[in-house]
Every structure is written in structure tokens, then in C-alpha cells.
């Protein structure tokens, strides 16, 4: 087998690369699983169950901002440096985020590196279903650690908040586009975190992430996810803020934009979690406008 054309370190990569360089002395890999709230399975449970040789658990959940009542929300730099330190991960090294969805929650912790101004840092395509599958690999043993220095960067750019989202929406200043699957969108369903209102942001528009995700789990080609982004009716010469649930989701579409060369693109930490929360902001149902 030979790695994958469209390999990419700073976006995303294939198991052949991910075989190739497995060995490599400054790679690191990362095993950032994460399940919806419902959802009966232990991400951590299943890493140390068994996971890719030589990977660090990434925990999303905790590896965030404990000083805010939304979930999962971007950690400060000095918390995102220290938890990172303390996995052997710094300067130098080239990251590999991989997860047991396929592309899902790995991309979420793509885009806190590149957040934190960290570009040495992809996603394994396929996760970890297409890695066993394959019939590579997994181990149940502790990494081995060593400390190495991180300098970080913000980039405030990739990152946007409740209130400069409503600005951009009420301008049309930036087209908002949601990750999450249709009919939470129109607020047929209710959301699975309890005291959320359904709906969604005015004006935004609608691509589930799941349609950027091939049959066999991997990111779709380049050309495809172009398609996608333009059939759900989606400006590509504007500005794009992506939003989903929590945030989590919202990180692939962010990844796809990046794979198609797209970079005037932000992410909405809050997501629904924030605006479905608040009473004042102003909820759409029913399809895009």
C-alpha cells in the first residue's frame, strides 16, 4: 500500500500514512473519542481497552474551560499547554488526532491545535474503524512520556462568540452554516441536551456533517465536499462561521473547508448549546431560508 495523494499533515492523513510513519521519532498520536450525551460508552475506557501504539488520551470534555456552564468549551492557552506538556506533546511534533466515529470528534481537536496556533497537526481519515478494519495494530500500553516544550499562538480568528455570531447573522456579515442532522435543524426533534429551545439560527443554513463523510467512513474527496458545501447553498467567495450542537460536529465542516482551500472560516464555540439556551436570541424552525 502506498499513502494516499491527498495526504495532508496539516489536515488530514490515511492510515497508510499513519502506517508509514507509526515509528517516526516526533509524531504523536491522540485518541480524542468522544460519544453525544445519551450516548452508554466510555471513550477512556475503550482507549485503555485498546488503542493505536504509542497514543495519548485527549479528553474533550476535560481538557476545556472550566470556568464556563457550556460543555466542552476551547481551553486557555495555559491550561491547553500544561495538559498537552503533560502528555509529551510540543514543539516539533507532528500530531495525529484519530477517533473510534470514523471523522467526528478528532476534528474538534484539530481545530483547538490550529486554535492555539498549532499547524503541524491532522486528522486520521477513516479513525479508528477503518484502522482495525485494515487489520493494523492496537495495543493496551501506556505511552511513553517526555516532557517538551509548547509555544502556543491564539488565533482568535478560527474562534467566534454568541454575540459576534448574532452580529454577523443579523448583517449577513458571514454565512452561518450548521452541522447538525436536518431535523434538529428544523427543531422537529428536541435536542438531546435537556432546556434547549429547537430550531435554529436565522438566516443559517443547513449541512449535516454526515454528508461529508463517505461510505466507508472517510472524508469525502475534495471535489465532493465542494458539492456538498455548494448544495446546501452555501457562498463560498463569503465568510463561513460553522455551528452545530457543541461544538464538536461544527470542527468537521471546519475541516472540510480547510481541505477545499477554503480559510475565511470560524468556528462557534457555544453552538446550539449557547443559543438554544438564551430566550432572547431569536430561534427559526423549519428549513433554511
Known amino acids: 500500500m502506498t499513502p494516499s495523494p491527498s495526504d495532508d499533515p496539516m489536515t488530514l492523513v490515511s492510515t497508510d500514512w499513519l502506517g508509514k510513519h507509526l515509528k517516526d521519532p516526533d509524531l504523536r498520536i491522540l485518541d480524542a473519542s468522544w460519544f453525544m450525551p445519551g450516548v452508554a460508552r466510555d471513550p477512556r475506557a475503550e482507549y485503555l481497552a485498546g488503542h493505536i501504539p504509542g497514543a495519548r488520551f485527549f479528553d474533550i470534555d476535560e481538557i476545556s474551560d472550566s470556568r464556563s456552564n457550556l460543555p466542552h468549551m476551547a481551553p486557555p492557552v495555559e491550561k491547553f499547554m500544561s495538559r498537552l506538556r503533560a502528555m509529551g506533546i510540543g514543539d516539533g511534533h507532528q500530531v495525529v488526532v484519530y477517533d473510534s466515529s470514523g471523522v467526528f470528534a478528532a476534528a474538534r481537536v484539530w481545530w483547538t491545535f490550529r486554535l492555539m496556533g498549532k499547524t503541524d497537526v491532522a486528522v486520521l481519515d477513516g479513525g479508528l474503524p477503518k484502522w482495525q478494519a485494515e487489520g493494523r495494530p492496537v495495543d493496551d500500553l501506556p505511552p511513553v512520556i517526555r516532557d517538551r516544550h509548547?509555544?502556543?499562538?491564539?488565533?482568535?480568528?478560527?474562534?467566534?462568540?454568541?454575540?459576534?455570531?448574532?452580529?454577523?447573522?443579523?448583517?449577513?456579515?458571514?454565512?452561518?452554516?450548521?452541522?447538525?442532522?436536518?431535523?434538529?435543524?428544523?427543531?422537529?426533534?428536541?435536542?438531546?441536551?435537556?432546556?434547549?429551545?429547537?430550531?435554529?439560527?436565522?438566516?443559517?443554513?443547513?449541512?449535516?456533517?454526515?454528508?461529508?463523510?463517505?461510505?466507508?467512513?472517510?472524508?469525502?474527496?475534495?471535489?465532493?465536499?465542494?458539492?456538498?458545501?455548494?448544495?446546501?447553498?452555501?457562498?463560498?467567495?463569503?465568510?463561513?462561521?460553522?455551528?452545530?450542537?457543541?461544538?464538536?460536529?461544527?470542527?468537521?465542516?471546519?475541516?472540510?473547508?480547510?481541505?477545499?482551500?477554503?480559510?475565511?472560516?470560524?468556528?462557534?464555540?457555544?453552538?446550539?448549546?449557547?443559543?438554544?439556551?438564551?430566550?432572547?436570541?431569536?430561534?427559526?424552525?423549519?428549513?433554511?431560508?
Not at 491564539?154 to 442532522?181: C, E, G, I
Not at 452555501?234 to 471546519?254: F, Y
Open 150 to 289: 509548547m509555544t502556543t499562538s491564539r488565533q482568535n480568528q478560527l474562534v467566534r462568540d454568541v454575540t459576534q455570531v448574532a452580529h454577523a447573522a443579523k448583517l449577513k456579515q458571514a454565512v452561518v452554516v450548521d452541522a447538525r442532522p436536518g431535523p434538529r435543524f428544523r427543531g422537529e426533534v428536541a435536542e438531546p441536551r435537556p432546556g434547549l429551545r429547537p430550531g435554529h439560527i436565522p438566516g443559517a443554513l443547513n449541512l449535516p456533517y454526515a454528508e461529508l463523510i463517505a461510505a466507508n467512513g472517510t472524508l469525502k474527496p475534495v471535489p465532493e465536499l465542494k458539492a456538498a458545501f455548494e448544495a446546501a447553498g452555501v457562498d463560498l467567495a463569503r465568510p463561513v462561521i460553522t455551528s452545530c450542537g457543541s461544538g464538536i460536529s461544527a470542527a468537521v465542516l471546519a475541516l472540510a473547508l480547510e481541505r477545499i482551500g477554503h480559510r475565511d472560516w470560524s468556528l462557534y464555540d457555544g453552538s446550539w448549546a449557547e443559543w438554544g439556551m438564551y430566550e432572547d436570541l431569536p430561534v427559526a424552525t423549519g428549513p433554511a431560508e
